[in-house]
């Protein structure tokens, strides 16, 4: 596949302000979208960690609301930088409250997102998104949690509601690379549709992941600068360049080298890295964006973060769940 037909898609404006603890500010989303505008990145996605409307108690309360920050997204990116995106979770996400004003403020893509097993929850989002006229993508999160047949199921769900492409989210960044061509491959051979991934890198493995699924033949990729996301933080978007750079695709890297440098300059206290918590949330198959929550929860209890993320994992629990955390640690100090 060519440079041009392959789309990076950069999260570290979303993914990335779980890091920072959703403090994202308009001035350096406005620096970040300007800089944008020079690499090949094909959309930007804005907003709070969790997407469009989840700014919370539960889930954290956002320094900026997400229509501050698209505002000057959509000043800065103008008419020829990458899509303006959201991602967005139905239940956070409404579209009286969030997807209608989203569109009057000119987002052109939306990702709504569902636990994997879960895709008939999207329906009227991604019909509602769809019959707009934006563009619509359909996300299944914590993918690993189903096996493939029904996942394939799931993916047609979202494209029979008017999805222009699925997108897998390895969101605990469990799989390894042969996970990845297994499951890309599936969607290619049955959705008819394009196939998009979003690696985090609970086990080092993120890079790779992204890349193996660009070599099966996803056509939308996701990275976030200096890998800044969740947890142990999502693919490296200049590592995964500078691979394709190998591989033969025509890129130019400084521009992505200078989006990295903006991060590592503001954020450098936030850099995710990867951890004995981070590893065993990996293993375990838990939301990476569980991390900060367990390591305080863990230690307040006497806890082993290895044991919680360990229980979290037999109990499937998935984004959204934060308040059970305190519970199950709760019913492991009492076993």
Not at 88 to 95: N, S, V, Y
Not at 190 to 214: C, D, M, P, S, Y
Request: glycine share 8%; charged share 20%.
């Amino acid at each position: 596949m060519s440079a041009t037909e392959m789309k990076y898609y950069d999260v570290t404006l979303r993914d990335g302000n779980h890091a920072i603890r959703h403090a994202l500010e308009p001035k350096f989303v406005k620096t970040y979208c300007q800089a944008a505008i020079d690499s090949n990145v094909w959309a930007v996605e804005i907003g709070h960690g969790n997407g469009l409307g989840a700014s919370s108690y539960l889930v954290g309360r956002s320094k900026f609301q997400d229509f501050e920050l698209l505002e000057v997204a959509r000043a800065s990116l103008g008419e020829r930088g990458p899509k303006l995106a959201v991602h967005c979770i139905p239940g956070f996400a409404t579209l009286k409250r969030d997807i209608v004003p989203a569109l009057n403020q000119g987002v052109e893509l939306f990702r709504v997102a569902t636990h994997v097993s879960e895709a008939t929850v999207a329906k009227k989002h991604i019909e509602f998104v769809a019959n707009s006229g934006a563009e619509v993508h359909g996300v299944l999160m914590m993918s690993h949690m189903i096996d493939i047949n029904n996942l394939v199921e799931q993916a047609k769900l979202m494209k029979d509601y008017g999805a222009t492409a699925v997108v897998l989210m390895d969101s605990a960044g469990f799989f390894v690379p042969s996970d990845v061509a297994e499951r890309v491959l599936a969607l290619r051979n049955e959705i008819g549709i394009e196939v998009g991934f979003h690696a985090h890198n609970n086990l080092g493995l993120a890079v790779a992941n992204a890349n193996t699924a660009a070599e099966s033949g996803a056509q939308i990729i996701d990275g976030a600068s200096m890998g800044l996301g969740a947890g142990a933080g999502n693919a490296q978007l200049e590592n995964i360049i500078a691979f394709r750079i190998k591989m033969g695709e025509k890129l130019e890297m400084e521009p992505f080298l200078d989006l990295s440098a903006l991060v590592e300059k503001n954020f450098a206290d936030y850099l995710p890295r990867t951890t004995s918590s981070s590893t065993s949330s990996g293993m375990a198959g838990v939301f990476s964006g569980y991390a900060p929550q367990v390591l305080k929860i863990s230690e307040e209890f006497g806890l082993e973060a290895f044991t919680l993320w360990n229980e979290l994992g037999k109990r499937k629990l998935v984004a959204g769940q934060e308040s059970m955390i305190r519970e199950v640690a709760n019913d492991l100090m009492n076993l």
